[in-house]
């Protein structure tokens, strides 16, 4: 080997992740030194030989020292394998603001706990052991009972729940007479947010997972929650002495660090950029594209979306209905099914804000995409803003009462999407957003139908 090739020539190199390269020369015995990693060769092109700087000569070169292989040790605990490339940029910032919340978190439900063994009767020599079991249990009940109820109704709001509970443990001792009834109330609560917050840590691992990594993401999570949680017990062990015999304190204590959690949830979400759309990114993008031409990066569009939504009125924008739900006739079979060429089928009601649309068999990402945005389009007929030429003449007869018909608007603004979507959806991919999947909450039922229904009298 050392007669073929030159000695200190490079033969290979290699590196972890984006990490620095890391080069392998000859030695005069025939043996490979690897260079420390973290040096690079000096030359800029791969294709040239060179001497490594800075590396050490020797069979010991590359070698790591016990401080990195430490590092090394935990960075492979606690963060994906090949991280940073493995995941989403936004990833390390959601997680140092998701930790910092957990440790609030944790230190609050230390004091919550803290107080409703005090309402048990812990250390009090009166106490019925018999009593403060039943508590517990109609208390872990009411929790379970939540639980089943909430994971059919749905709802994401967990975090602020989550603190309410724990506020309802804190007061709860100073309740004797309703202590059962708060304490279950509380734990109906925080049943609640484990099913909400189950929901939303499932779609931030998919978010966060970028090479099939979604195991890998999601334990990791777990060993950094299971740190949080470990450094928020041993601070506990300090702070609840200080506390147990002071309850304002307590209360004092409590409320500081919902605040501190409160104040981390609202950093960490506003740290994640997604790029898939749901219905109110999709809403703020089709506005800005149809006001001024251009789409909205997902960096953009994440800090614009609001944080709190439903306070008011909107498009109740329904995706994947039953057909049945939508037509009760002959005639509005065929007038629901006239000028759809694409396999979805929309039904408008202007009185009611509503758009319901009925997917068809072969309905993949791109239609339900197109079918969300047909919907909205209607909504921005209704509402004020610039609006390309065609819709803005349709909207000008509409509200000069010379279009009514719901059925012929759905129409044309068909024609319209036509020439409109394919240049937003270009818009779409050239700004970053994933469109092979979205986040719209769409119904399984799907529908097939005759297109010659809709050019013939029945």
């Not at 990693?37 to 020797?58: D, I, K, L």
């Not at 819709?391 to 509200?399: A, P, T």
Request: charged letters at 20%; glycine letters at 10%.
């Amino acid at each position: 080997m050392a007669d073929d090739v030159a000695l200190g020539a490079r033969l290979c190199w290699e590196q972890f992740g984006s990490g620095a390269a890391r080069g392998c020369r000859a030695a005069a015995d025939g043996s490979l030194q690897w260079e420390p990693e973290g040096q690079r060769w000096c030359g800029a092109s791969r294709g040239s030989a060179g001497r490594p700087a800075g590396g050490r000569r020797g069979g010991g070169a590359g070698r790591p020292g016990v401080a990195q292989a430490l590092l090394r040790g935990l960075l492979a605990v606690f963060l994906p394998r090949g991280f940073p490339e493995s995941v989403s940029a936004d990833y390390l910032r959601y997680q140092l603001w998701d930790s910092v919340q957990a440790f609030a978190s944790s230190l609050s439900g230390s004091l919550a706990t803290h107080a409703v063994l005090l309402g048990l009767g812990v250390g009090d020599a009166q106490a019925s052991a018999s009593a403060a079991t039943a508590t517990w249990l109609v208390k872990d009940s009411t929790g379970m009972l939540g639980r089943i109820v909430f994971a059919w109704w749905k709802g994401l709001f967990a975090d602020i729940l989550n603190d309410v509970a724990m506020l309802l443990e804190i007061l709860a001792p100073l309740y004797p007479a309703c202590f059962t009834v708060i304490v279950c109330v509380s734990n109906l609560a925080k049943c609640l947010v484990s099913v909400a917050g189950g929901a939303t840590r499932a779609a931030l691992t998919m978010h966060q997972a970028r090479r099939n990594n979604m195991a890998d993401v999601s334990a990791k999570d777990g060993s950094q929650e299971t740190l949080v949680n470990l450094a928020g017990l041993l601070v506990s062990l300090l702070m609840l002495p200080l506390v147990s015999e002071n309850p304002s304190f307590s209360l004092g204590c409590f409320c500081l660090l919902t605040a501190l959690h409160i104040y981390a949830n609202y950093r960490a979400v506003r740290a994640l950029v997604m790029e898939t759309l749901n219905e109110g990114r999709l809403r703020m993008v089709l506005t800005h594209f149809l006001q001024r031409g251009e789409v909205l990066d997902p960096t953009s569009a994440n800090q614009m979306e609001p944080l709190w939504t439903g306070f008011l009125p909107s498009l109740s924008l329904s995706l994947g209905v039953p057909l049945h739900r939508v037509v009760s006739s002959a005639f509005e079979l065929q007038q629901l099914v006239r000028g759809h060429q694409e396999p979805y089928l929309l039904r408008w009601d202007p009185a009611q804000n509503q758009v319901q649309v009925v997917l068809g068999q072969t309905a993949g990402p791109k239609t339900v995409l197109r079918a969300a945005t047909h919907g909205l389009l209607l909504r921005a007929l209704q509402r004020d803003g610039l609006l390309p030429g065609e819709l803005e003449e349709l909207r000008s007869r509409m509200q000069a009462g010379q279009e009514k018909d719901s059925w012929a608007i759905v129409r044309e603004t068909h024609q319209v999407l036509d020439k409109l979507f394919p240049k937003f959806l270009k818009g779409l991919r050239d700004a970053g957003w994933n469109t092979e999947k979205h986040q719209l909450e769409v119904d399984e039922w799907r529908a097939t139908w005759l297109l010659a229904l809709g050019k013939k009298g029945l």
